[in-house]
């Protein structure tokens, strides 16, 4: 700046000279974003000039005058040279010049002077969307010069006429009530602004354009809005038009009828479209005139569709038809809500501190611009899940439920370059079972959100509880004991035991059972097997283990010779459900084992049985304590189940004895099994005022509702019930 002497250079401005004032130009716009040499030149007298020139100049010249005065605008100076005849000078240039660099400059002034229109005290027809709503009138393709501007391939030449576009529309959103912005945002979506921009936020070149596409996104939110928050009225004239025009594409007369019985009104005509009245403008107090502007693009669409698909409904029973306006009117609250329209502000719009390239999928939802293709597919999906599921007039809000579910399901699942015909067709083959699937998880996911805490701590409370009564259960298999096949004839080799067990023919049995005071383990072996109910008593059993001396309880696989090992962890899981309880045949390929070990100095006449076959392959399931450092630990008992079921019951019943955690799947089922039901039970004790109480949602009309409690009055407490198995 110190280079540069400022009354020498508005002279040479003022110079007739084509080259001087050339040069004078180019260097203003690059010193004049200092903001001191901005405030020299304004005290020199150099703003009068400087818009001369850019009311007279010519090719970059004139480009360079509008960037200077672009910069000089953007420090907030020289509104005061700001009139009329510069906004009718900037119009014209965008109307009938061809430079791409005069184009953007006469673009970015346009925009910061209806942008200013929000603080400004001057005059309205200076600053603001009317100031260039007069030159429009001198110049009527502007607009449509505009839009096709955003299909050029120069992107800073795209940015600046989105910019334009968008303050165009806000401005006449935000200062002129609802006089301006109806009439001026139909000229600009008839011109194609919608598609022109829908393509750009779903091409590879958003970056270019990420703020203005992304304030222009919010705009819609805020259109959409606004006119959701017009009432509607037939009293209006444009309402009534509208009404008319719904009215009269429902009606369909026969061929050669009278034209007097066509013109005869049906005092079921506004039912018969499916209004629940015949007064439909109350009826669209949710969505407002939006909801009259979606069901009349669906009608639209195809008027002899629609008078058919209104035939079809007549010619069912009242309760079998699908109310097709409230079905439109659904899905014109499902897009509200999926697209937080209800939400939208002007102000948000212009936040841009969130907005980068690694979250434009989540910010950019291109698929609003294609409000109307996707509210026909709505409709159509409601018609289709209403015929598919059967519904009746009582249902409607159970469709409209899932409607609503399918809208935000696939939306949410559709990515910014999906196209808006692919989006169609996933909404029309989604399918009844699966929607029921996702409305049942949104609802768990509701039910944890409201009740999670509270249900959490019930779940523990009630685990621990099954817990303590499936180890009870456990235990008590322990006390009244089991048969154990014992292959204990030494005589015979290791291999030819495990096939006698296999096969069902044990060499003796052996009987095990808890003592009463659960503290000793009495076994003996016997030659054959005792009746049920005939077990032997503990004073019978000769040979007694203390389970202070157990270290450690294992469930072992013993294998055919040749066959492959398996996991300890899976000889316990239950086969089908239609084996689980049989005992181990010839046809099992496994025999299980428990080995119970203990240390060396504990007496066990038995012990020698813990030698196993060089064959056999075995790994521990579970271990109880560490045994001392100078202890062997040896096997003190070993027992064959017949089953799975049995080897559950006594593995996990020592393991809770000694206070460990059971181990096998079946224990574990029973275990949760326990705690649904008991989950269950808890929830049918839950009174309504209770549920009022934690909810804190409730309907004040349903509170105080009183709810009737059937008597108990000639029941007893003789009930039966029963258990599924496992």
């Known amino acids: 700046m110190e280079d540069v002497n400022v009354p020498e250079l508005i002279q040479q401005l003022e110079a007739d000279d084509g080259p001087t004032q050339k040069m004078a130009a180019f260097k203003l716009q690059g010193v004049i974003q200092d903001p001191s040499f901005a405030d020299l030149f304004i005290q020199e007298g150099g703003l009068p000039r400087l818009r001369s020139v850019a009311l007279s100049a010519s090719g970059n010249t004139l480009a360079y005058s509008l960037a200077s005065f672009t910069n000089l605008l953007g420090l907030d100076q020289g509104w005061e040279y700001i009139n009329s005849d510069l906004v009718l000078r900037l119009v014209q240039l965008i109307v009938r010049h061809p430079l791409v660099n005069i184009l953007r400059g006469a673009m970015a002034i346009l925009t910061l002077i209806v942008a200013h229109a929000q603080d400004a005290s001057t005059e309205e027809d200076v600053f603001g969307y009317r100031a260039v709503k007069s030159a429009m009138e001198i110049h009527p393709q ?32 935000q200062n002129y009530g609802d006089s301006e912005w109806p009439s001026f945002v139909k000229h600009v979506q008839d011109l194609g602004v919608i598609d022109a921009l829908y393509g750009l936020i779903s091409s590879s ?15 819609m939110k805020v259109l959409l809005r606004k006119w959701r928050e ?112 209800l939400q939208a502000d002007l102000n948000e719009s212009q936040r841009y501190a969130a907005l980068d390239s690694s979250n434009y999928d989540k910010v950019f939802h291109p698929m609003i611009l294609q409000w109307s293709r996707l509210h026909t597919s709505g409709v159509q999906a409601f018609l289709r899940l209403w015929a598919v599921s059967g519904a009746q007039a009582e249902d409607f809000d159970k469709i409209a439920s899932l409607v609503s579910i399918l809208v935000m399901h696939v939306l949410s699942l559709s990515a910014r370059t999906k196209d808006i015909a692919q989006v169609q067709e996933d909404i029309a083959a ?32 009630l685990r621990q509880e099954a817990f303590q009564f499936i180890k009870e259960q456990r235990i008590r298999c322990l006390l009244h004991g089991s048969w154990f096949p014992n292959p204990r004839n030494t005589s015979v080799d290791e291999e030819s035991r495990l096939s006698n067990v296999q096969n069902g023919r044990p060499s003796s049995w052996r009987f095990a059972r808890l003592s009463h005071n659960r503290r000793v383990l009495h076994y003996d072996d016997f030659d054959f097997q005792t009746p049920a ?41 239950s086969p089908a459900r239609s084996n689980a309880h049989k005992p181990l045949t010839s046809n099992t390929q ?39 450092d100078d202890a062997e630990v040896i096997s003190l008992l070993i027992l064959h189940p017949t089953s799975h079921t049995l080897a559950a019951e006594w593995i996990d019943g020592l393991l809770m004895l ?69």
Not at 553 to 563: A, F, K, M, N, P
Request: proline share 4%; hydrophobic share 40%; glycine share 4%.
């Open 230 to 341: 017009v009432p509607v009225e037939p009293e209006k004239s444009d309402h009534r038009r509208v009404l008319r025009k719904l009215y009269a594409a429902s009606q369909s007369s026969p061929l050669g009828a009278d034209q007097k019985d066509a013109n005869r009104h049906d005092p079921a005509s506004w039912r018969r479209i499916g209004f629940e009245s015949e007064t439909p403008g109350e009826e669209f107090y949710s969505v407002g005139y939006l909801g009259v502007m979606d069901l009349m693009s669906y009608v639209d669409q195809g008027h002899e569709a629609f008078q058919r698909l209104l035939q079809e409904q007549a010619a069912k029973p009242v309760e079998d038809r699908c109310p097709v306006a409230r079905a439109s009117i659904t899905v014109t609250f499902a897009l509200c809500d999926h697209f937080d329209v």
């Open 430 to 461: 989604f399918e009844l079972h699966r929607l029921r699937e996702i409305q049942m998880e949104l609802a768990g996911l509701m039910h944890e959100q409201t009740w999670g805490h509270h249900l959490r701590t019930v779940k523990y409370n």
């Open 658 to 726: 000694l206070g460990q955690e059971p181990i096998t799947p079946e224990t574990k089922k029973l275990v949760e099994f326990v705690s649904s039901y008991g989950l269950r039970i808890r929830l049918l004790n839950v009174r309504n005022e209770e549920t009022i109480g934690i909810s804190g949602e409730a309907d004040a009309a349903l509170a105080a509702k009183e709810i009737t409690i059937p008597s108990r009055e000639g029941l007893d407490d003789d009930f039966y019930y029963r258990v599924v198995e496992m």
């Open 590 to 628: 496994h025999v299980q084992r428990i080995v119970i070990n203990g240390r060396a100095d504990s007496t066990d006449p038995i012990k020698q049985q813990s030698k196993v076959s060089a064959h056999q392959r075995e790994r521990s399931a579970a271990t109880i304590k560490p045994a001392p």
């Open 533 to 573: 109910g005939q077990e032997p008593a503990l004073e019978a059993l000769e040979y007694k283990l203390e389970l202070s001396s157990i270290h450690s309880v294992v469930s072992h696989l013993i294998e055919d010779i040749g066959s492959a090992m398996s996991d300890s962890v899976s000889t316990l899981r």
């Open 142 to 173: 502007f607009l449509e010069v505009l839009v096709s501007k955003l299909s050029s391939g120069d992107h800073a030449l795209c940015v600046n006429a989105l910019q334009l576009i968008n303050a165009l529309m806000r401005d006449s959103m």
């Open 205 to 219: 070149s958003l970056q270019d354009m990420a703020h203005p596409l992304f304030e222009f996104q919010e705009l």
